[in-house]
């Protein structure tokens, strides 16, 4: 019997990173991210995050738009008081968050 992969919404995707960003899971950021995406939040880790936070994350979906192999999804967690919003494209058919490009705003 084959094995299946089910692939992610881009929902799903943004929460995996959120979590695995304040959580300290570098193992399923880097898978969820891409490359450059990664070197960012790791850049910026240890400042933001000095201790692993614990806890439900409360992820809420704001605003999510899909278009073609881009996506972006507005939200907010427990982690922070203002909303957040990723950018993902797809790679090899999955979603992974990406960097937003210096002028790009999102469609919210």
Do not use: H
């Given at each position: 019997m084959a094995c299946t992969t089910v692939q992610k919404s881009p929902v799903e995707i943004a929460q995996t990173v959120?979590?695995?960003?304040?959580?300290k899971d570098?193992?399923?950021?880097?898978?969820?991210?891409?490359t450059e995406s990664y070197e960012a939040f790791?850049?910026?880790h240890d400042m933001l995050v000095p201790s692993k936070?614990?806890?439900?994350?409360n992820f809420k979906v704001l605003d999510e738009a899909v278009n073609g192999d881009t996506a972006?999804?507005?939200?907010t967690t427990s982690y922070s008081d203002?909303?957040?919003?990723?950018?993902?494209v797809k790679v090899d058919g999955n979603w992974k968050v990406t960097e937003k490009g210096l002028r790009e705003k999102?469609?919210?």
């Open positions: 959120i979590e695995s960003f304040y959580q570098l193992s399923a950021l880097r898978q969820n991210t891409t790791v850049a910026v936070m614990d806890g439900a994350s972006w999804v507005k939200f203002e909303p957040e919003t990723f950018k993902l999102s469609p919210f």
